[in-house]
């Protein structure tokens, strides 16, 4: 009986250690690299996109170039211009993805869109009251 006991508690240990191992994860590493439907993933987790460059043209024809910067900043190129203004922001709140730019003649520019953690980003903005989309991709 002493032999169950101790091989019951141990086995309960285990179990526990397992489960809350499963609570922590890696800063910076997707719970679920697998993606939705793939194995080993369940879908409802997304990449962050610190760090990351991405680039597109709007549905205005403008040429977009986005860096992704640590301390909540964008690093910007506009028409292959570049611009470093600590005015211009993003935030990322699970796969709600939004970006602040300053400093256009007719006022800022937001952005929303989701990230799903894929290789590309579908935004929506507003430019003196017209609304455009621009999907930028990584790289």
Excluded at 94 to 109: P, R
Aim: hydrophobic share 30%.
């Amino acid at each position: 009986m002493t032999i169950r006991r101790t091989l019951s508690t141990a086995s309960v240990a285990l179990l526990l250690i397992a489960a809350l191992t499963a609570c922590f994860s890696i800063p910076g590493v997707p719970t679920n690299p697998g993606g939705g439907g793939n194995p080993g993933g369940g879908g409802t987790e997304t990449a962050d996109l610190t760090g990351t460059t991405w680039g597109g043209t709007d549905s205005d024809g403008d040429k977009w170039g986005f860096e992704f910067q640590s301390d909540g900043t964008i690093g910007l190129e506009f028409n292959d211009e570049p611009y470093d203004d600590p005015a211009d922001t993003w935030t990322q709140t699970g796969s709600a993805v939004t970006l602040h730019v300053t400093g256009f003649e007719d006022g800022d520019i937001d952005f929303t869109g989701t990230y799903d953690g894929g290789s590309s980003l579908s935004l929506t903005g507003d430019y003196a009251g017209r609304p455009f989309t621009l999907t930028i991709t990584e790289g």
